[in-house]
């Protein structure tokens, strides 16, 4: 894209020439690899809203895999949907140095007289999930500080692992009449009550029993300690029951739209996160705050949210050319990294290896060494093109079953590939692919569009931006209401979805922004960098830890960084290790210009002190991480460290840290 473009739609106004979420799919063919079935089947708690694609990685998939009792998290509750009802918790964070959780009590459970039935999805969009119980129906909404019970002749129970104080101030064995209860728990919690039409509640010492069968809606929230219930009571009326999220773009600024679906009457309330306070335009705000595994969250006041957000103008390169003191050195260390070849026959190690040949491509781009950056490339094909033809030994299948890309290793071993075949980590290594495509499309766009079609299919499985492919689903990995993504799939946990490396979520959604770079593709552009923009920013609150952030309180914020987030949880911890370096540099690999980005000075400036003792204990490649860290805030002291080193990661190269340690800002004074 031409600079001049953007800054003239900018200057033109609000003018949205692309839309980058809804609309048409990317593509609708049907995928050329071999189609098998998946030997993990949905069940019938999918109900008629479960049809391929299902949104394997979506925050609310616990409810239907595996047992269907472990929790989702709408925020700012967590929700258990069970054979005797909706349980909800709205508790307190248990704060230890290695870890911050949210204990499941369950302080209201949403039942009927009669019993419940059984329990299956009636719907679900980018924002909400809705659990259908006989005569009973849930709309789990993201945000919502109510949550919601259409009753359709059941009589209500409300019940309690707590005792009940009292109802609008009447003792236990009263009877209650009327639409609003305030309830007192023996917990100290304060619940609200709301139902469509006047109901008689019969108070007992656990529980509020309706008199008889209900037909409207019942809405529970907890009045946050230190709260009244005064924006609670406002909007009590208006109930989301749904939500789509869209985004267009003009030049470097992307709008993104939360709409929500509503019944009843009057405006909602729905609570926003603190990534989200960050980009709303002006937001109508109710004074009426819930404090979270992620902060604060904020009450909204209305159906539709507008965020703008900033997209990267970083492109190939680094936004500074290498230093002339270095360029010498960056240059031999070119010539002798030639011999790196992909060895790896899996898609992440593999990937990882292409994404180390495109880098050293696109530094020899820089530097004009054309003919070494030409074999880089054709490396990059040779270890490629047999993945897109299928005839590797890990080929790729389509699975038929859930509507994914997956590897036949994957297939036939759910633990293979990193647990790819249950849909753990596409994101990550399909985005290695797409780097490594976009970086040779850049030279020889004949070769992407000989190859377009399986291309296609791999950016499709991670990056369908319509909701509308018959073969993939919406953004597979994203959660676009909590910016980040969730890398984990079909696999129930009981802390919810999870991601680990966030740097590699970026480093994926960045490969999706090249390969339409690449190919000249303005939608799949954008695309790709709405989804990193909305990363980096989930990065920066969520997963980086600094003394001006309020997310995680002490002792935990003292360790800089979040090895892990789930859905109720964080750990300074990772999947393969509880090395200090594992936890720190899982969260900044690969080093690409794009880190630029994702690497603040200022948290470099605080996190480095914690990271950088493990270095007398860490093998060669994740020292050369910590190194290029250090450059962030040390380039003199990086540029020795670096050149100290004997190896390098696979996904890294000797080329790659010293042209990031050249291009740094300090390396030019």
């Known amino acids: 894209m031409l600079p001049s473009l953007g800054l003239g739609l900018l200057l033109l106004g609000p003018v949205y020439g692309v839309n980058i979420l809804g609309g048409s799919p990317l593509a609708t063919d049907e995928p050329p690899f071999e189609k098998l079935d998946h030997n993990v089947q949905p069940d019938e708690r999918w109900g008629a809203a479960g049809q391929r694609p299902y949104p394997t990685n979506a925050w609310w998939t616990n409810l ?46 949403i039942t009927a007289m009669e019993g419940m039935g059984s329990r299956v999805l009636s719907a679900w969009d980018p924002l909400s999930v809705t659990m259908a119980y006989d005569k009973v129906e849930f709309p789990f909404v993201r945000g919502s500080p109510y949550i919601t019970a259409k009753y359709s002749g059941k009589t209500p129970i409300l019940a309690s692992t707590h005792a009940v104080i009292s109802v609008n101030g009447e003792a236990v064995g009263s009877q209650i009449t009327g639409n609003k209860f305030d309830v007192d728990l023996n917990n100290g919690q304060h619940w609200m009550v709301y139902t469509s039409s006047d109901v008689s509640f019969y108070v007992n010492s656990d529980s509020l029993s309706a008199s008889g069968p209900f037909t409207g809606t019942l809405r529970v929230a907890c009045v946050p300690p230190g709260e009244n219930s005064a924006d609670l009571d406002a909007h009590a009326g208006s109930i989301p029951i749904g939500g789509e999220v869209t985004a267009e773009s003009a030049g470097d600024t992307a709008t993104i739209t939360f709409t929500w679906k509503l019944e009843g009457s009057g405006e909602p309330l729905i609570m926003a996160l603190p990534h989200h306070m960050d980009i709303l335009q002006s937001p109508q705000t109710g004074g009426i705050r819930y404090n979270t595994i992620k902060g604060d969250m904020t009450g909204i006041i209305g159906s539709v949210w507008k965020m703008t957000e900033r997209l990267t103008s970083i492109q190939w390169d680094a936004p500074r050319g290498v230093a002339p003191k270095y360029l010498d050195a960056v240059r031999d260390a070119l010539k002798a990294d030639i011999g790196i070849q992909v060895v790896a026959g899996d898609p992440y190690f593999g990937g990882k290896e292409m ?47 859930w509507g994914g890309l997956i590897t036949i290793n994957a297939m036939n071993d759910g633990g293979a590939d990193f647990g790819q075949g249950l849909y753990n980590d596409h994101h990550f290594h399909y985005g290695y692919f797409m780097y490594a495509a976009g970086v040779v499309a850049k030279a020889d766009p004949a070769w992407a569009e000989k190859w ?69 593709d303005q939608r799949i552009k954008d695309l790709g960098r709405l989804l990193m923009a909305t990363e980096i920013r989930s990065t920066h609150k969520y997963w980086q830890m600094t003394s001006s952030d309020s997310i995680y309180p002490e002792p935990f914020a003292s360790n800089k960084v979040v090895g892990i987030v789930w859905s109720t949880k964080v750990d300074y911890g990772t999947w393969f290790g509880a090395n200090v370096e594992f936890i720190h540099c899982i969260q900044m690999l690969p080093f690409t210009p794009i880190s630029e980005e994702v690497l603040r000075k200022e948290w470099i400036n605080e996190e480095y002190s914690v990271l950088s003792p493990a270095i007398s204990s860490s093998g060669e490649g994740w020292k050369g991480f910590i190194y290029m860290a250090h450059a962030v805030i040390d380039t003199a002291a990086a ?8 190896g390098f990661d696979d996904g890294n190269s000797k080329t790659n840290a010293l042209h990031w340690v050249a291009t740094r800002e300090g390396a030019w004074q």
């Open 452 to 520: 377009r079609i399986p291309l296609f299919h791999i950016l499709r499985d991670i990056a369908d931006p319509s909701g509308a492919d018959p073969h993939y689903t919406l953004a597979r990995c994203k959660d676009w209401y909590m910016g980040h993504s969730w890398a984990s799939g079909i696999t129930e946990f009981g802390d919810g979805h999870n991601q680990e490396s966030t740097s590699e979520s970026v480093n994926g959604w960045y490969g999706v922004y090249l390969f339409g770079l690449g190919i000249g």
């Open 64 to 109: 239907v895999f595996g047992s269907g009792e472990n929790l989702a998290n709408p925020m700012p509750y967590q929700v258990k949907t069970l054979d005797d009802g909706v349980h909800v918790s709205f508790s307190n964070k248990v704060v230890e140095a290695k870890y911050i959780f949210m204990a499941f009590v369950p302080n209201i459970i």
């Open 639 to 646: 540029w020795a460290e670096v050149n100290s080193l004997t």
């Open 355 to 401: 994404g180390t040949l495109a880098r050293l491509a696109l530094i020899a781009d820089e530097l004009g060494e054309t003919e070494l950056a030409a074999t880089y490339r054709e490396n990059i094909k040779k270890a490629m093109e047999p993945w897109l033809a299928g005839t590797n030994s890990d080929h790729f299948t389509y699975d038929q079953t």
